[in-house]
């Protein structure tokens, strides 16, 4: 039956559904969705298969932790979100649009293991970096640059260099870089792996919030099982390469399962053990266990 015989409408020129797909992101559509993923690759040796039939969907806002045995793909996984590597096969889309489109419009932040600071610039420079690079005016860059440091703790280091800060501080400042344009997505890959246990927790509880207060979704590569847990609202494990999803865990927390309420003592309490238990059983196919997975970290 056509459209007239129907009643109803004839689609407009702006509703052909050309354009339908050309749409903005709808808010409810999902941060980050993989499918069907594979990564090969070729080394002089032979081919190395990193990953094998990936397929993930982070939520907007959520935050989502993979954690794995040492080679299994983690860091591959996240660099083909990021657009740094391409997959052997398979799709990624950020927000919906592919992750080169979303890499060219700042869909996300990266901070990685290494703070990756410039030595030159100060702290405050350093995260002005990308506000500069797109053209944002300087009275509003400093006004944003400003707000971040508070939020990271260091409004008062922002003339300082950063060979003047202690490792903690300068991951700190790269996560203020990370956020300076408000991205809806952080893609993290050990952030933390080099700090100190106490700086480590201070950090977590500080992206726990931050997260909570800016929104953004987080993909977070970590070897620490609690690590995992106390961040996280679902944590993705995965198993020896070729890296497979073994099992998604999701965090039931108890009255704490919030971010926004996840505090020190929340590391106390015995729904933490019990999710900690449960990651540490899903890293070994189900099965109860003495020790820790090679590269995880049980503490
Ligand atoms: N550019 C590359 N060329 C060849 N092989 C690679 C390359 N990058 C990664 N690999 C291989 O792919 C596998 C997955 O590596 P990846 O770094 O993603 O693992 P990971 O889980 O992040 O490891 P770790 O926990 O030790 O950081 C490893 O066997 C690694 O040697």
Redesign the pocket.
Known sequence: MSDATTGSRAPRPAETAQDAGSRAPRPAESAVEVRGVD?V???RTGQ????DGIDLTVAAGEFVS?I????????????LIADL?DPTAGTLTVFGKSSRQARLDQEYGIAFQQAGLLPWRTVAANVALPLELHGVASADRRSRVAQLLEMVGLGDFADRYPDQLSGGMQQRVAIARALAEQPRLLLM??PFGALDEMTREKMQTELVRISAETGAAVVF?T?SIPEAVFLSDRVVV?SP???RIQQIVPMRLGADAARAARTEELREERTFFDMVTAVREALHGGSPVASGAR?VETR
Request: aromatic share 4%; hydrophobic share 30%.
């Open positions: 990564k690759f070729e080394t190395v298969q990193a990953l993979l794995g045995p040492s080679g299994c793909g983690k860091s591959t996984l996240m660099r590597d890959d050990e590569v070897h995965m390469r070729p890296g590269g």
